[in-house]
């Protein structure tokens, strides 16, 4: 039978195949009227639907007439007769275009989170499809419409939407010389343990190539593996594996078989249609249309059994078929006429089979099946992208702020912000699948496994769900009140058997009500006659108001219960729980599918992408604004920025990254414009950490060409060099760097986004500097008080030691929050380890500038390193610590000696020149520094060293303001500042003030004004203290800038933890100081310890700051008693280790217990006496004959 189309119909059937739309008319059903309904409204409405979609294509939502379940064949008969009225209706393409019919199926009951809505609407975050969630229609209809591309017109397509079909963008089947009386089915290869469970086509021959039409031999519905091995065709390897041919669900009826199903609409079938059935009921008055179709038609059963295969049709008669086709069981409850009806208009039809050798499919049958499909699709970062022609992101349209992600779950289409919740951050566990959730303040914990779907509003309690838990929320019809929504709480095991009495929350029934005390009639009404999963009333119904206030009471005895068993039940607030939960309404799973408002629920999910997450976006980005201009000490998460990166396949930034981007951009010239470098400073960390943040999650990395502008460095000198034009800087850095960002996220370039979190930071820095110093001094020297030629003026000081509060000193956290260190002024070996020497000589020229480690026994060389200035160009390093004399270049340019080098400076300016300038007469100036400490000691160091080398340096030239050891402790912190390490004050104030301080700053004072408060300690305190206070090298020297940077970089984000740890550390400092005037050294050694704890939290994981051998040797000494407590001096790393003794105890004790540890090596252990030094930094001249004495490190009053 051949079609006699008209040139004009058969011309626009031609073009849209050409677009690649084979489909005329798409037919979704859905399992009842009301879902039907729902899905017209959201994922089928024209808007919606994805670009792949051809919009001149008729859509039609459906579902069986009249709410009749009609099964898959009578479905197939309605949608049929629909699309064809549609299309008449359009005058369109009625009894011509080709038609797909879509079967959602039942009610999805195996996997209740899908069965409001169909598994057709299965949410799936396609990794490909970054505008909108995908599902298995939208995957089939695109699938279906590649390979259908040559489909001829006038045929029907059926398929089910409870498969993945995945043809991995195979070729499009060529239907040449293929007759238009013929049914295909649809294979893919599966291993024989799975196809045991499907239909398995026989076919004689196996192509190795992509796609073949076979003629069929038999077709077996659920063989054996002894059967299939049996039949020769039936059994198959591919990749090394025996597979078998196995129906994915997909029929296609060619045009003469179209015809063929259209006839049977016009015989004794007619009622499986709605106009039909319609009839009858005219008809027949009184009738129900469940009295009508009383009995399901079925597609394979009723239908594809009466189409004849190549092999029946030579074994057998027509006459035989018919007979085994009239005993089949499957047709028992058809009468003889109908099913000879169906066979005389279907038997003249063949059933082919096209076979897909690479294609797979995908039964999302449970939700076991669902869970595990979803996760093992999902790209994450650690993992190779999965087999097959797509992917799926593990985020989709997910804002999560405050929430700990575990890198196998799945987030989509949902809100969880626990950034203001004081329950803490929220977690997701492994293998867990968060879908549809728009939770605020709320802290929720989900094990591993998990689906939870449509939770809404807040919690003033932590929403623990335990593993393997389908917790799903969803709205109610019967809204009573317009300030009220009714919704249900579905709460199911992922093993639970929905049509069995078998398993609740996966306990046994019987254990469950034996263990809880529940009565059979609290879960069924003597209406049950099977007590059933299905129909057991568990879920609670709950009313939320307007608020979003979720009461979790109900939902705690079940928790507890999973997780702690029958003992659990004695508890008084599960037992609370327990009477709350039988106190509510609820409903079974058979009632949810009744009253559950699939339309409203379809809105709600689609508000969350169109509606919610952008205003959530914009008001976090404003949130942030506020915070950072009001100075607030609040918590900046930017998770939710990080995380909507993440979710995009070719990770070209949103337009929300460019609006963060732009308000961080606005915030920091707007501060620095104003004068609030502060306020910048923190901008600029903050943009540097999303930089930093961003660079570690980017998948694949990559090193694609990705341009970066160097000039960014002459701008960055220049701000570093506290020019006079920061606005200028601030918006040439900002120019460089931003538009590289997007260039490096769009090509995964992890090295220069990097290079410019980098470049950001140490911006951040440079603002930073402004306000703790505004300009260096030019140089003013009183030439009465130049220290005459060949004069060594030296500053010698003791090392400090910390006892707490640490970090609190450095800027920006000092002036920010403010600060408070209690530390100590020690000799080591009883000496002041650390000195300065500085002299006018007409002996040399230029500037000579010397750095040397000597032995503190004896005073002999151990490095030294030299540096000869001649021009300004030669301190153009001074910035860099690693360079060399570094620290003692910078005290050049403090002092206004040099003047500071910036892009309009002259850099051929000799040192002879500015000397003579200096002293009106050629000389030269040498310039030396001392220190009998190992390097990276973490006692002040290098901070009380650039104290004695500008007191030095100072008195030596005559600058009188390092004659005032408070201006000095400033000059020090400025000297930091442009040396680029950033530290603060707590290490000069140590040294160059003697004995115990308390030393402050207030907050908010910019610049930095620093408080010393020094206490005297009595005499016979002061004795003990010195017989219990330790001090031991590690053998492990450390840097501090890296864990400065680190600190910085945390504070800037203002997490809870960091700031409440500020505030202990400042809170500890003068709990120290009490402790020592109450002579109470077992508290000042649990301070010292907490002290150390407090650091470490500060640095945060990962960062080196607590090696394996000291933690094992303060766990030792702690465990043995000889020790009451310790810590690491300075940021911790190494260094030395500083320790109360118990009483009683001494060094000897200590190593004895660790010459007895056999698995520690002690040999890299070195010990110091140790004694507080009431002399701070002290000056004092010597001949310049001498080069140098071990005298010069004595303390000159004793302390006794």
Known sequence: MTKDYSSEKRRRIEDQNKKGAPFHTIVVTSPDATAAEAARLAPLKRENLPAFIDRNTNLISSSDPLDTRMGSGGGTLAAIQEADNVAKIREDYGGIGSILIIHAGGQSSRCPTQMTLGKAWTDLPLAEQTTQLSNPTYILIESLSMLLQNLPCGSIVVAASDVILDLKNGTPISFQNISGDIVLGLAVPAPLATAKNHGVFQVNLIHNRGEHISDVESFFQKPSIHLMNSHQGCVFTHNGQQMAWIDTGVVIFLPVAADALRNLISHELSHYTRSGLESRLAQEKGATPGAIINLKLELYSHLLLAIPTKGSKERECKDTRLKKYLSNESNADFCSKTLEMIFDNLSGLELKVCTILDGSFTHLGTTKELIDFLISRAKTQNREESKGAFSLSCRRFAFLNGVQVDDRSIIMNSIIDSSSSSKGPSFIGSGSVVEHCNLENTTIRIGSSCIVSGLRGYSVDVIEIPSYIVFQVLPLSSNECEHTTQYVCMYLHVTDHIKKHSLCFGVPFEILLDETGLAYDELWSNEDSHKLLWNARIHPVILVQNQGLIDWTPFIWINRYLQEGKESLEDSSVQASLLAWRQLKRLSLSEIQDIADASYEFQYRSMIRSKYIPDKVLCSISSIREVLFHRDHAEVKLDFLIDLLSDMQSQVPSEYFRDTIKMF???????????????????????????????????????????????????????????????????????????????????????????????????????????????????????????????????????????????????????????????????????????????????????????????????????????????????????????????????????????????????????????CTLRNLKVGLELVSTSLLPHGSGLGTSSILAGCVLSSLGRCVGTESVLDKHELVGKVLNLEQLLSTGGGWQDQVGGIFGGLKLCTADSNIIPVRVHVEQYEIPHETLAEFNERLVLAYSGQPRLAKNILQNVVRRWAKRTPEIVKNVNDLVNGARLCITSIQRNNFEDLGSLLTAYWAQKKIMAGEDSGVDPITVKRIFDLLSLEGVAVGSTLTGAGGGGFMTMILREGMTVQHANRVLENCEDFDHKSLKWYTCKICNEGLESFMAHDSITFNIDWHDVKVTDT
Not at 846 to 862: A, F, P, Q, S, Y
């Open 665 to 915: 951009q606005e915030v920091i010239l707007f501060s620095v414009k104003n004068g609030a470098y502060d306020i910048g400073s923190r901008a600029l960390m903050l943009l540097g950490a999303v930089c930093n943040d961003i660079s570690k999650t980017l998948r694949p990395p990559c090193s694609a060409e990705v341009a970066f502008n160097e000039e960014i460095f002459s701008y960055l000198d220049s701000l570093k060099s506290l020019s006079d034009s920061p606005l200028e800087d601030c918006n040439l850095i900002l120019k460089c760097t931003l538009d590289t960002i997007e260039s490096a996220i769009s090509l995964s370039n992890t090295a220069i986004l990097s290079k410019c979190s980098s470049c950001l930071e140490e911006a951040a820095f440079s603002l930073t500097a402004r306000c703790v110093v505004t300009s260096c001094p030019q140089a003013q020297y009183d030439q009465r008080k130049f220290i005459p030629l060949g004069t060594w003026v030296i500053s010698s000081a003791p090392a400090r030691v910390d006892l707490s509060g640490g970090w609190s000193d450095t800027p920006p956290i000092s002036y920010e929050f403010g600060g408070a260190v209690a530390c100590l002024a020690v000799t080591l070996c009883d000496r002041k380890p650390l000195s300065a020497r500085c002299r006018l000589t007409s002996d040399i020229t230029g500037i000579k500038l010397t750095v040397e480690n000597r032995d503190i026994e004896n005073g002999e060389i151990r490095e030294s390193d030299s540096v000869h200035i001649k021009t300004a160009e030669d301190l153009s390093d001074f910035r860099d610590p690693l360079a060399k004399c570094a620290l003692l270049k910078c005290a050049l340019v403090v002092l206004g000696i040099i003047p500071m080098p910036s892009r309009k400076s002259n850099t051929n300016e000799t040192a002879d020149g500015i000397l």
